[in-house]
């Protein structure tokens, strides 16, 4: 039952950014760790970056390491995903996800995606 719903995906130029939000329903929001994925044309889905329940701990794929950032606000039952200096193979679409922890690699609730797309 819980519902997770993304936003803030567009057309940005390279070298720009973005800011991706999930919006998550229920009480429970802090309960969750939580994650964004991605899956560009033609490729399979891959990991992005984790936040734990209180958002002290954080994870991310070595090809959006230094340029990403993940960060929850709890009270608001929202996570982001900042991206900067956006490239063209960061195209995708990007959906977050609910889990355990951010080292359990299960994943159960899904959003539906928000689409980015990164002009040269």
């Known amino acids: 039952q819980v519902q997770l719903v993304e936003s803030g995906g567009g057309l940005v130029q390279a070298g720009g950014s973005l800011r991706l939000s999930c919006a998550a329903s229920?009480?429970?929001?802090?309960?969750?760790?939580m994650a964004w994925f991605r899956q560009g044309p033609g490729k399979e889905r891959e990991f992005v970056a984790a936040i734990s329940r209180g958002g002290s701990s954080t994870r991310y794929a070595d090809s959006v390491k230094g340029r990403f950032t993940i960060s929850r606000d709890n009270p608001k039952n929202t996570a982001y995903l900042l991206m900067n200096t956006l490239k063209p193979e960061d195209t995708a679409v990007y959906y977050c996800?609910?889990?355990?922890?951010?080292?359990?690699?299960?994943?159960?609730?899904w959003g539906q995606g928000t689409q980015v797309t990164v002009s040269s």
């Open positions: 996800a609910t889990g355990l922890s951010v080292l359990a690699g299960t994943w159960d609730s």
């Open positions: 229920g009480r429970t929001f802090s309960n969750y760790a």
